[in-house]
T-cell receptor, first 116, second 114 residues
Framework: DTGVSQDPRHKITKRGQNVTFRCDPI?????LYWYRQTLGQGPEFLTY????????KSRLLSNRFSAERPKGSFSTLEIQRTEQGDSAMYLC??????????????FGPGTRLLVL | QQPVQSPQAVILREGEDAVINCSSS?????VHWYRQKHGEAPVFLMI?????EQKGHEKISASFNEKKQQSSLYLTASQLSYSGTYFC???????????????FGKGTHLIIQP
């Protein structure tokens, strides 16, 4: 058990609806990442937070996607006006800022989204 | 730039060895190896940093060849529990490291048969 939790684990929605996912990182970790994984592919980076600041966004993150981490603890990822192409596993990972070295990213169990 | 993993799939008998490769066309700062079982989260195995040494624990080890920008994961005397998909995640050297997201390969499927 890595300690990163995600909710819900599964979500089925109709095209055009909005969905929101939650991620709770390992408690002392100040970095939080969102990835998307489709069948047969590795995780694709979406965005990341250092504490409450969103420091990088991938070009994969269209304007229908928004992520927040209001108090530097849990994070939410919202997808507005969902499309069938949004169907994927959404993974959250967290790490501890090592200042001078790359730190391990620990992944949560993911939220599997199916858009009908 | 997505790293290229090879082979795409491997089928082994329990006790056999395997090597999984991860190559990049760009200079790398770090390579991260994960194993993912179906329907589960990727589980961290190890990190290799530019200028670092070969790493390993028990029967799983890895190396990083900076000249070739290639990392290899070595699984010796494989066990049934080693089955899964292995991903390498890379970080480029452009910023000398940092907090950017990882770029993952497409994965190598490893099946261990009794």
């Amino acid at each position: 058990d890595t300690g990163v939790s995600q909710d819900p684990r599964h979500k089925i929605t109709k095209r055009g609806q909005n969905v929101t996912f939650r991620c709770d990182p390992i408690s002392e970790h100040n970095r939080l990442y969102w990835y998307r994984q489709t069948l047969g592919q590795g995780p694709e980076f979406l965005t990341y937070f250092q504490n409450e600041a969103q420091l990088e966004k991938s070009r994969l993150l269209s304007n229908r996607f928004s992520a927040e981490r209001p108090k530097g603890s849990f994070s939410t990822l919202e997808i507005q006006r969902t499309e069938q192409g949004d169907s994927a596993m959404y993974l959250c990972a967290s790490s501890l800022d090592g200042a001078h070295q790359q730190e391990t990213q620990y992944f949560g169990p993911g939220t599997r989204l199916l858009v009908l | 730039q997505q790293p290229v993993q090879s082979p795409q799939a491997v089928i082994l008998r329990e006790g056999e060895d395997a090597v999984i490769n991860c190559s990049s066309s760009k200079a790398l700062y770090s390579v991260h190896w994960y194993r993912q079982k179906h329907g589960e989260a990727p589980v961290f195995l190890m990190i290799l940093l530019k200028g670092g040494e070969q790493k390993g624990h028990e029967k799983i080890s890895a190396s990083f060849n900076e000249k070739k920008q290639q990392s290899s994961l070595y699984l010796t005397a494989s066990q049934l529990s080693y089955s899964g998909t292995y991903f390498c995640g890379t970080e480029l050297s452009y910023s000398g490291g940092g907090a950017d997201g990882l770029t993952f390969g497409k994965g190598t499927h490893l099946i261990i048969q009794p």
